[in-house]
C-alpha cells in the first residue's frame, strides 16, 4: 500500500531520483514500469562485490556513486510503496553501508599491499587486527537517508603478530584511512558516496585517525567521558576485522557499562539530557523550518531518553545493552524503567519522525532534518508524508513534538543546563547550532572558537581535569561560567582568561566544587579575570584564596590594623623556624593585597583608602618580620643598647603605597659605638646594626617558595 499521494512517475521527478536515473538508466523500470525496487536493488550489491583494484581510483570513486544511488533510488520507492517501513529501510541502508565501507578499505588496502606499504596480513582485512567501528546510527542499523557515516579505526598489532612491525608501516595505515576517507566523500561528477566523520575517535584534535588498541583502552580508562560512553552505546565493528572490533567491544565493556556509579558519574551521565534540554517555550514549536531531529521533541530526544537511562543502568542489567533504539526502550519497558505504554508511544514515535526525516532527504539527498518552510516545499513534504493537507500535517507533527518532548522533560526531573537565552551543549564532537545560537546571544563574539574552546576542557589534558569527578563537576559548573563571563566587557577576552585560569590549575575538584556552591566567588572570579588578568597569577599560585573570598568580611572594606597585626601573629605562632616566618608573612601579604585589589576593582574601597590599607599591611609586615630577625639575630651576637630605628620613606613614608610600591627605608641606630653587645659573638654598635639591617634587607626581599615579598 502506498503511503505517499505522489505517483511513481511524480516520485521519478524528485530531483534526487533525476540523478540516479541519469547515473543508472536501468532504473527507469522500476519508476515507469512495474519492476519491484526491493530486486533491482540487488543489482548494486552485485556490482559492489564486483568490483577490483582493476579499476583506476576515479573509475572507483564513480562506480561506488553509481552503486550507492541506484541502491538508494530502490530503497526510497520501496518505502514509499509499503515494500518495507522505515526501520526495515533503514537497516537495509546501513548494512549497504556497511558493505561499501568494507569494500572501500579493502581495495585500497590492496593497493598499498601491490605497493608493498602495508605487510601481506592486510590482503584479507577479516584477519588484519584493522578495527573499523560505525557510530552513531549506522552503529545502531538505523542509518539515515543521507546520514553521514561516523567511523572510529583501530589498530590491534597483536592480533596478526605485528607489534614490532606496526611502527615501520603506522603512516601508511594513517593514508589508508584518510584515502577512504575521500574516496566515499569527495564529490566528483556523480557526487558522494557517504561523508565521512572520524572525529569520534579519543581526543581527535590531538591524535591520528588510526589508534592502537592499546592506546585507546588506556585512554578511555583514564580519560574517557560520558558522551564517549553514550557515543560507545551504538558502537558496533561494520568492516575490516570484525572478530578483532568485537573483542576490543569486549575490553571496553567495564568502561561503556559500570557496574557501580558514584553520585559525580550519576550527575554527569544526566547532564547529557540536561545539556540537550533546549529552554525556550513550547508554544514556540512551529511546524515549519522545525528540526526534527535536534529541535524540540525530535529524535534526539529520544535517542537521548533511552541511552541516558540505558548508561545508569546498563552495567547491572546486560539485558538493556541495545543497540537499536527501539529496542532499547522496549527492553527498558522490561526491566521496568518505563512503563509499557511508553515504550510503545515512543517507539511509534520515533518511526513517524524517521519517516518524515526521510521523506524531508528523498527530494534531494541533502542532510538536512527541518521541515520546509517555503509553501512549495511544504506542499511536497505534506505529499511525500501521506498526510491528508497542510492543516493535518501542522496538526499532527506538531502534537507529536509536543508528546515526546512531554516524556523526554520528565526523566531526571526538570532540571535544566540550559539558560533562558537558548540551548548550552558541549558534549561530543559536533558543534551544536543552537549552542552557537545562544553563544551569540550572549554577545560573543567568535561563538565557534568560544565553542570549541569550551569543548576542549571536558578533553581531561590539563591537569584540573584529569579525573573524571572533576570532569562532572565541570560539566554541571560549564553554562553558569560562559553567562558569567558573557556579563563582562568583551565576553570572548574573558572566557580566554578564564581557560588560561584553568590550564594553570593544580586541580580541579575543590575549586569547581566550590565554584558551584559559590556563585559569588565566580562573578568575582570573572570580574578579575576581564579588568585586571593579571591578578590570576594569584589564584594560580595560591588556589585556596578562593576559599576566602566566600568570607563575609572579604568584601567588607579593610580590617582594622591591629586586627590585621592579630591575624598574622595567629598565623606565626606557629612557626619553629626562621623559613617558615618568611612564608607565612609573604603568604599573609599577597592574601591581603589580593583582597584590596578586588575590593578596589569592585568599587568596595576606594583607592585612596586602598594607599592606607596597603600600607598598613606593609608596616604590620615589617614590624613582625623585624621582631622575628632580630630575635633569631640575638640569639648569636645578645643585645646591644643603642637601640635601632627604621624609618620609612616616599610613598611608605606619605601612606601612599599600591599593590606593586617598594619599600624606602633608612636605619638609624643610638649613638653608642664603643660599647659591645652581649651574645656569644659580640658585636659593636656599628658592625651590629649594619648586620641586623642586612638580615631585615634579605627577609623582606629574599624569594621563597611562598614568592617575594617587597623591593628595598
Request: glycine share 6%; proline share 4%.
Amino acid at each position: 500500500m502506498s503511503l505517499t499521494s505522489l505517483t511513481r512517475q511524480e516520485i521519478a521527478e524528485l530531483p534526487f531520483v533525476k540523478r540516479s536515473r541519469r547515473l543508472s538508466p536501468d532504473l527507469d523500470d522500476i519508476f515507469y514500469g512495474d519492476s519491484c525496487p526491493l530486486i533491482v536493488r540487488q543489482f548494486a550489491i552485485d556490482d559492489l562485490h564486483r568490483l577490483s583494484t582493476s579499476s583506476s581510483g576515479q573509475e572507483l570513486a564513480i562506480n561506488l556513486r553509481v552503486q550507492r544511488h541506484h541502491f538508494y533510488a530502490c530503497t526510497l520507492l520501496a518505502e514509499l510503496l509499503g515494500l518495507e517501513n522505515i526501520i526495515e529501510s533503514a537497516s537495509s541502508i546501513s548494512s549497504f553501508a556497511d558493505l561499501m565501507i568494507h569494500k572501500a578499505f579493502q581495495l585500497e588496502a590492496n593497493r598499498l599491499v601491490e605497493k608493498g606499504k602495508l605487510p601481506l596480513v592486510f590482503e584479507d582485512l577479516g584477519q588484519s587486527g584493522l578495527i573499523i567501528l560505525a557510530m552513531g546510527k549506522l552503529g545502531a542499523q538505523e542509518l539515515n537517508f543521507s546520514s553521514d557515516v561516523d567511523l572510529v579505526v583501530f589498530f590491534d598489532a597483536h592480533r596478526a603478530g605485528l607489534a614490532d612491525e606496526f611502527p615501520t608501516f603506522q603512516r601508511h595505515l594513517i593514508k589508508l584511512v584518510q584515502d577512504v576517507a575521500r574516496l566515499l566523500s569527495d564529490n566528483n561528477e556523480a557526487g558522494f558516496a557517504y561523508r565521512v566523520d572520524l572525529r569520534l575517535r579519543p581526543d581527535p584534535g590531538a591524535t591520528a585517525v588510526v589508534i592502537s588498541t592499546d592506546a585507546a583502552e588506556l585512554y578511555y580508562e583514564q580519560l574517557g567521558q560520558n558522551w564517549e560512553r553514550a557515543a560507545f552505546v551504538r558502537a558496533r565493528p561494520c568492516a575490516g576485522d570484525i572478530d578483532c572490533g568485537e573483542a576490543f567491544l569486549d575490553r571496553l565493556r567495564p568502561f561503556i557499562w559500570r557496574r557501580s556509579m558514584d553520585a559525580y558519574a550519576v550527575e554527569d551521565v544526566k547532564s547529557i539530557k540536561r545539556q540537550i534540554q533546549a529552554h525556550y517555550g513550547l508554544h514556540e514549536i512551529l511546524v515549519r523550518n522545525h528540526d526534527l531531529k535536534l529541535g524540540v521533541g525530535g529524535i534526539r530526544e529520544i535517542e537521548f531518553f533511552a541511552q541516558t537511562q540505558q548508561l545508569l543502568a546498563g552495567g547491572r542489567l546486560p539485558a538493556l545493552r541495545a543497540r537499536r533504539t527501539i529496542d532499547a526502550l522496549h527492553r527498558l519497558a522490561e526491566a521496568g524503567f518505563i512503563s509499557h505504554a511508553c515504550a510503545e508511544n515512543m517507539s511509534a514515535y520515533y518511526e513517524k519522525l524517521r519517516c518524515w526525516e526521510h521523506r524531508i532527504q528523498y527530494v534531494d539527498d541533502q542532510q538536512t532534518h527541518q521541515v520546509p518552510a517555503d509553501d512549495l516545499g511544504f506542499e511536497l513534504f505534506v505529499r511525500l508524508c501521506g498526510f491528508d493537507d497542510e492543516a493535518d500535517a501542522e496538526h499532527k507533527v506538531h502534537a507529536l513534538l509536543l508528546a515526546v518532548h512531554d516524556e523526554f522533560s520528565g526523566l531526571f526531573g526538570g532540571e535544566s543546563l540550559s539558560l533562558p537565552e537558548g540551548n548550552l551543549s558541549f558534549t561530543g564532537p559536533d558543534q551544536d547550532p543552537s549552542t552557537i545560537q545562544t553563544l551569540k546571544t550572549l554577545g560573543y563574539g567568535q561563538p565557534e572558537q568560544m565553542m570549541t574552546l569550551v569543548k576542549q576542557w571536558h578533553h581531561g589534558r590539563m591537569q584540573a581535569t584529569r579525573t573524571a569527578r572533576a570532569r562532572a563537576l565541570l560539566t554541571e559548573l560549564t553554562p553558569a561560567i560562559v553567562k558569567t563571563c558573557s556579563d563582562r566587557e568583551n565576553p570572548d577576552q574573558v572566557l580566554l582568561n578564564f581557560d588560561r585560569f584553568l590550564q594553570g590549575l593544580p586541580g580541579g575538584v575543590q575549586i569547581f566544587s566550590l565554584l558551584t556552591h559559590g556563585p559569588e566567588v565566580l562573578d568575582m572570579l570573572t570580574r578579575i579575570l576581564s579588568a585586571a588578568p593579571e591578578m590570576v597569577n594569584h589564584l594560580l599560585k595560591k588556589p585556596d584564596t578562593l576559599d576566602s573570598m566566600l568570607d563575609p568580611m572579604f568584601l567588607t572594606g579593610h580590617l582594622g590594623k591591629e586586627e590585621l597585626f592579630q591575624r598574622l601573629q595567629d598565623r606565626l605562632s606557629l612557626a619553629t623556624h626562621i623559613d617558615a616566618v618568611l612564608d607565612i608573612v609573604r603568604d599573609f601579604a599577597s592574601d591581603e593585597r589580593f583582597r584590596i585589589a578586588v575590593q578596589v576593582l569592585l568599587g568596595k574601597m576606594s583607592p585612596s583608602n586602598a594607599d592606607d590599607a596597603y600600607t598598613d599591611i606593609a608596616e604590620i609586615v615589617l614590624t613582625q618580620l623585624f621582631s622575628h630577625v632580630h630575635a633569631e639575630f640575638q640569639e648569636r651576637h645578645g643585645i646591644h643598647q643603642a637601640g635601632f630605628c627604621v624609618l620609612g620613606m616616599g610613598k611608605f613614608g606619605s601612606r601612599e603605597m599600591t599593590a606593586k610600591s617598594d619599600l624606602d627605608l633608612v636605619f638609624i641606630y643610638g649613638d653608642r659605638d664603643d660599647e659591645v653587645s652581649d651574645g656569644p659573638r659580640p658585636l659593636t654598635a656599628g658592625i651590629y646594626y649594619s648586620k641586623l639591617g642586612q638580615k631585615l634587607i634579605a627577609a623582606l626581599t629574599v624569594p621563597t617558595a611562598s614568592g617575594g615579598l617587597y623591593d628595598v
